[in-house]
């Protein structure tokens, strides 16, 4: 058998002058196409007059073939659809061909419907990609992974379930393991948002004068499933914390909607953070009326140990 390689290499070489007959043509495709040359013997009752009459349907298929063996990735696919082959058939003796989109097509729609159902504010690529199979497990995180991995696989829509609350030190993977959860949401096909507090603050002051920031609190009210991550963190203000987290936080209790939080505070450490008003006056009641909200709807775990961003 011929190198298809040969063939393509020489058709794509000849001019007007020297080009193949329709016969050389078939001739040379089935000499050096292993694809069409099972397509002939799948297909017996097919005549050599049957291929010539369809025999632009059949070089399409036989390039489209080629260049998915030697594919040069999705995004230089040369093929008329990029991420399709065409491939043929029969139908009342006529050789027809239908499009269908290849392994890597498929992979990239998947990832793009895993991104619509796992959105972020201000989340890095890297906590976006992470999945339950890329973390690195041992005994420091065991038992928040269990938890996690144990949310995702018994979470079911519109009915009552505890979040997570993940506290420890910077760098021990609280984050990671979150975008984890998410990913895997998303693989049940529930929608789900992570939001890094400190950044998704900040834009809210900023859309203070349009009322923009609305439409945003909407979106973290009604999420199926809510990750707040690195909580505490944020530049705080009663105005935020009254009006944009109490607000939040009471809408999706009430509607019995899981919120999972990340944050360097323990409980008691957080009540501190949410105490603070302005002039650095305490408002314990205002602390506390928030940390209602928190601590009877979340199971709690410490991720402690060394900083992992140190380490890479």
């Known amino acids: 058998m011929e190198p298809i390689s040969q063939f393509m290499g020489e058709l794509a070489k ?23 040359k099972s397509f002939q013997q799948s297909h017996p009752t097919l005549s050599r007059e049957d291929f010539l009459r369809s025999l632009s349907t059949v070089y399409e298929a036989v390039k ?38 290849c392994p890597k097509q498929m992979a990239h729609e998947e990832e793009v419907k895993t991104r619509r159902l796992m959105r972020s504010y201000y989340v890095s690529e890297e906590t976006f990609s992470a ?14 992974v269990a938890a996690a991995m144990r949310f995702c696989r018994e979470y079911e829509k519109d009915t009552k379930m505890k ?6 030190p910077f760098g021990v993977g609280k984050s990671y393991l979150m975008g984890a959860v998410a990913r895997e949401l998303s693989r049940r096909g529930i929608a789900s948002l992570m939001v890094y507090v400190p950044d998704f603050i900040r834009e809210v002051k900023e859309s203070l004068a349009d009322h923009s920031y609305t439409s945003k609190l909407e979106l973290l009210k009604e999420i199926p499933v809510l990750i707040l991550d690195d909580l505490g963190a944020e530049n ?17 209790v009430n509607k019995n909607l899981s919120t999972l939080y990340t944050s360097n505070y323990s409980f008691d450490e ?7 008003s302005n002039g650095n006056r305490i408002e314990n009641t205002k602390g506390r009326r928030i940390m209602e909200r928190i601590r009877h709807f979340v199971d709690v ?12």
């Open 270 to 276: 957080l009540e501190d953070h949410l105490s603070i």
């Open 163 to 168: 979040g997570l609350y993940l506290h420890g």
């Open 301 to 312: 775990y410490l991720i402690e140990g060394d900083n992992r961003r140190k380490q890479e």
């Open 64 to 101: 489209d073939q080629y260049w998915c063996q030697n594919c040069p990735g999705l995004e230089k696919c040369p093929n008329l659809v990029r991420g399709h082959f065409a491939r043929l058939d029969v139908l009342n003796n006529q050789i027809l061909s239908a499009i269908s989109p």
């Open 14 to 36: 000849r001019n007007p002058r020297n080009l193949l007959t329709p016969e050389e043509q078939l001739d040379k495709m089935l000499r050096s196409s292993a694809y069409l």
């Open 131 to 144: 999945t339950f199979e890329t973390l690195d497990i041992d005994d420091v995180n065991r038992q928040a």
């Open 236 to 252: 705080l203000t009663p105005w935020i914390r009254d009006e944009v987290l109490g607000v939040i936080l009471h809408h999706r």
